[in-house]
């Protein structure tokens, strides 16, 4: 009898890099997938994608409404609320054998709990990390101690989750699950985007998405603003614009970014969501990647793009030589972006070593999850 494995995802880029282990899960003879989609997926306001999850051939088997148009903590708790009632069904209805959760947001901990009391064992993605300026942070360390099995992206988030009281033989190095594009996804031609999106990408572009910080003081508005006066400063780099996450304050971020975006025609696209394979084709003809995401540490070194990261959201990330920091005002952003375009920090990119893997781990996290013992109860794991 097949093992089911839920998979949950509740933003776009998170689905993004969780698309090539679906497929993989999809793909077993011992493995049957089971898809949960929730948060920003089913929301017009940042794209409705959970129709770009169907167009790449998932059967949804549950949908969860939970976030509310609000851009406060007291709302994004409330959200949480109510998705931890939808999950509670959710759950309840599947019974999956394993819950899959990558990551770090509040909608993740939400069914991470649901999980945990309903005793599915959880299998957790991306542990291990830090990200000082985010609540993400805790959460993510969080679903680590009410996670059974652990597959982390490089050696020291390892020891960082075994150094939690987790088992050394339930936390698996399999790298960042995301580069697993690098090998299997092929890009999508420039001419076909840009006559999608309507854009120039064959001239020089920034390719920007911040998000807001929600564990330090950093206003998001101010800290955007400068961003934007800073990219006032190269007229010659076209900018691509996406959408931030739903996290506090990111709403406020949005007014802003289109109003850019309509100030600079031609020169600036703002778009709600590019999807995976759009963001991963553009990424690599970028002249850099700028802002605060993830995917900027993680991913993007892989191309040889210079990615400017502005702020404290990403501080503690293990990051590649390409990575230049910054802080978030606009002479800290020029003098960054100015080093990232230099002829001699470009060519530098080009070898660069990507600290999160080559590109395998789904194949990896699937051949354990098919023959691996899962238990919803686990023993603290003492350092000796």
Not at 70 to 80: A, I
């Amino acid at each position: 009898m097949k093992r089911s494995v839920a998979v949950f995802t509740g933003t776009r880029a998170e689905y993004g890099l969780l698309y090539w282990l679906m497929k993989e899960i999809q793909s077993s003879e011992l493995l049957d997938l089971q898809v949960i989609v929730s948060c920003m997926h089913l929301s017009p306001e940042f794209g409705a994608t959970w129709r770009q999850i169907e167009e790449d051939g998932f059967a949804i088997d549950a949908k969860v409404e939970m976030l509310l148009s609000s851009d406060t903590d007291v709302g994004t708790v409330k959200s949480m609320g109510l998705g931890l009632l939808g999950y509670a069904d959710a759950l309840d209805r599947l019974r999956p054998d394993m819950l899959v959760v990558l990551g770090d947001r509040f909608e993740a901990l939400s069914i991470a709990q649901a999980a945990l009391i309903m005793r599915i064992p959880i299998v957790h993605l991306h542990g291990g990390e830090i990200t000082e300026g985010a609540y993400d942070d805790a959460i993510r360390h969080a679903i680590s101690k009410m996670a059974y099995l652990h597959f982390v992206a490089a050696q020291p988030y390892r020891k960082r989750v075994i150094q939690m009281g987790e088992a050394p033989e339930r936390v698996l190095n399999v790298g960042a699950v995301g580069l697993d594009h690098l090998k299997r996804t092929p890009p999508i031609p420039l001419a076909r985007l840009g006559e999608e999106l309507k854009f120039d990408f064959t001239s020089p572009f920034l390719l920007v998405t911040y998000h807001p910080v929600t564990a330090q003081d950093e206003d998001p508005v101010e800290s955007f603003s400068a961003l934007l006066q800073a990219l006032d400063e190269f007229p010659d780099q076209g900018v691509v614009l996406t959408y931030p996450n739903a996290d506090s304050g990111g709403r406020a971020i949005i007014p802003l970014l289109e109003d850019y975006a309509a100030r600079n025609p031609g020169r600036v696209l703002a778009i709600p969501s590019l999807g995976f394979r759009r963001y991963l084709s553009v990424v690599g003809h970028a002249s850099a990647v700028v802002g605060n995401s993830s995917s900027g540490l993680i991913e993007v070194p892989s191309f040889g793009v210079p990615t400017v990261n502005i702020g404290s959201r990403q501080a503690g990330r293990l990051c590649a030589d390409s990575v230049i920091h910054c802080l978030a005002d606009k002479t800290s952003i020029v003098s960054a972006l100015e080093q990232a375009l230099s002829d001699t920090f470009t060519a530098r990119c080009k070898g660069v070593t990507n600290p999160y893997g080559q590109g395998d781990a789904a194949k990896q996290i699937v051949q354990f999850l098919e023959t691996c013992d899962v238990l919803s109860h686990k023993s603290f794991h003492d350092l000796g």
